[in-house]
């Protein structure tokens, strides 16, 4: 604090959020010199947008009067691929990424295993699910094995960086009481390093689900299976109705995983 | 403690009989499901293809290898684009974010029965549908092209930073608010002097977290024709041009980790 002398008799004034002045003013400067520049590269055809204002109403009013049944087999089929991808990549990717968070864990495994485990987790972690499918989709064909594929390994990247780093944080005293037992190394991992990191692993797995659940239904939309492409055909069909019934049922699956796997985290930590 | 006895001897065990048989039937029924899964995937995929794989990621290769380096000239504005779709779409998401986290928390909503249902479905309905799917939306309805893009960035972010916003909220600490009450304030000043310089940092953080995110999605929104650098990357894809596809994947992937570079050392330094 200044000089009490000083301040005695000034009204107090809020101290800003950035403390050095130059800094403050050159990052407001340069924000509103982007923002200008943005403005102006950004192309808006202000009649198209007004013309689809129209259609805006109708899809909004769309959520009003779900359409279900008229391609209900088509939803149906799509919402259980969807389903069976999700449920597949996620043990899979799980299964998978155990062992990986293991050996990118720096106080479980030696360091050339840390070195290869953290570059499949980078990898893994670069590159979107999208593009991932697309490539997939190129090399094994139009289908759900692309999107399994695609989602397992999303999973790994996701999973194995924060699982290394509960395992890394984890308490020391109990792995190092279960090795001076004369436990081997299998049984260290099991009864020492196992227990605490089940409940995050659980944890996290189920937040996974979730966002695998998410995934899936926009992999259809490049050929990898799923909801996707059933959305994407009544969107180009300006079928809004229909776009609207599988959206809603999206966001109700979402809410109904979110709401149990908070409930599962409840339980087991 | 679960002890089991076999001829005179007590052993150990982790679990009680009826938990171990508990444990055992819900693999059991874990694995049937992940096996009527594999099944189904496996009814659904052209094995023939899968079979041949090595062979045509090996082609996709050789065509992709080495990418074309003087397309790049080309690439300047989808990215300056896909920059401004994620900048501009983090910018309004969080205008709109800020007020629906005041009205989700707990602690600052003005209704807790009426209001705050609206805006926990607000957060969950944005965030559970993907940028990709709002951006087909979008351009069914306001037509192919970058602005398509930015609402569809800030209508996904919505619900993702609004929901981390409302839990920093609810998180503050309640004696300063309860100070800043005690001097006579007003609901807006406590708002102000009491809850907002708390979450600033959060909010920050949030801010930036967002951005990030959305340069990664914002350079995939062109290959539903939402602008930005996805754009090349599906007339490229469409046209079977590998190496400009190698050159624009090499570019995405240069462009999200400079994302996250940049986005981790502001948050360090906020934090």
């Known amino acids: ?269 | 403690m679960p002890v089991r006895e076999a001829s005179g001897l007590k052993i150990w065990q982790r679990r009680t009989q009826r938990e171990s048989l508990s444990h055992w039937a819900l693999w059991l029924v874990g694995i049937a499901v992940f096996a009527y899964c594999w099944q189904q995937i496996s009814a659904a995929t052209t094995w023939f293809f899968v079979w041949d794989a090595p062979r045509i990621a090996d082609d996709i290769w050789t065509r992709a290898t080495p990418p074309k380096w003087e397309y790049i000239t080309q690439l300047g504005k989808p990215i300056w684009d896909t920059l401004n779709i994620a900048t501009m779409g983090t910018m309004i998401a969080l205008v709109f974010a800020v007020p629906v986290a005041f009205l989700a928390a707990r602690n600052t909503t003005p209704s807790r029965f009426f209001i705050r249902p609206i805006a926990l479905l607000i957060i969950v309905s944005t965030r559970s549908i993907n940028s990709l799917i709002w951006a087909l939306l979008l351009i069914a309805i306001i037509g192919p092209g970058v602005f398509a893009g930015v609402i569809a960035i800030a209508i996904r972010s919505i619900g993702f930073c609004a929901k981390l916003l409302y839990e920093a909220i609810e998180e503050i600490d309640q004696t300063q608010v309860e100070a800043i009450t005690a001097t006579g304030a007003s609901r807006w000043q406590v708002m102000a002097y009491g809850i907002v310089p708390q979450i600033l940092p959060a909010f920050a953080g949030i801010a930036v977290f967002r951005w990030d995110i959305n340069i990664r999605e914002s350079t995939v929104l062109g290959l539903v024709g939402a602008g930005g650098i996805g754009l090349q990357l599906s007339s490229s894809l469409n046209v079977l041009a590998w190496p400009q596809v190698s050159l624009i994947l090499l570019v995405i992937l240069a462009a999200v980790v400079i994302s996250e570079w940049v986005s981790a050392k502001v948050r360090g330094a906020i934090i």
């Open chain 1, 1 to 269: 604090m200044s000089d009490v002398s000083e301040l005695i008799g000034k009204p107090w004034r809020k101290p800003p959020f950035i403390q050095r002045r130059w800094l403050r003013w050159l990052l407001l400067a340069g924000f509103i010199a982007y923002l200008i520049a943005a403005f102006m590269t950004i192309e808006v055809n202000w009649s198209r947008v007004y013309e689809g204002l129209e259609r805006g109403k109708k899809f909004v009013l769309a959520f009003t009067s779900p359409d279900f049944t008229s391609r209900s087999s088509d939803i149906y089929e799509g919402m259980m691929e969807s389903i069976i991808m999700t449920v597949a990549s996620s043990v899979v990717g799980i299964a998978i990424s155990i062992p990986i968070a293991l050996g990118a864990a720096r106080n479980v495994a030696p360091l050339p295993v840390y070195l290869i485990c953290r570059g499949i987790i980078a990898i893994s972690r670069a590159l979107q699910e999208i593009i991932v499918a697309i490539l997939l989709v190129a090399i094994f064909g139009f289908g759900p094995l692309a999107g399994f594929l695609t989602l397992s390994f999303a999973t790994i990247g996701f999973l194995s960086k924060l699982l290394a780093e509960d395992i890394e944080s984890m308490d020391k005293v109990q792995a190092e009481a279960i090795k001076a037992s004369g436990a081997r190394w299998s049984q260290w991992i099991n009864y020492g390093v196992q227990p605490q990191f089940m409940p995050r692993l659980i944890g996290l797995s189920m937040y996974r689900l979730d966002i695998n659940f998410r995934e899936s239904a926009i992999l259809g939309l490049v050929g990898a299976g799923g909801i996707g492409a059933t959305l994407n055909t009544a969107f180009d069909r300006y079928e809004y109705d229909t776009a609207a019934a599988i959206l809603l049922i999206i966001i109700v699956i979402v809410m109904a995983l979110e709401y149990l796997s908070s409930v599962i985290r409840a339980r087991v930590q």
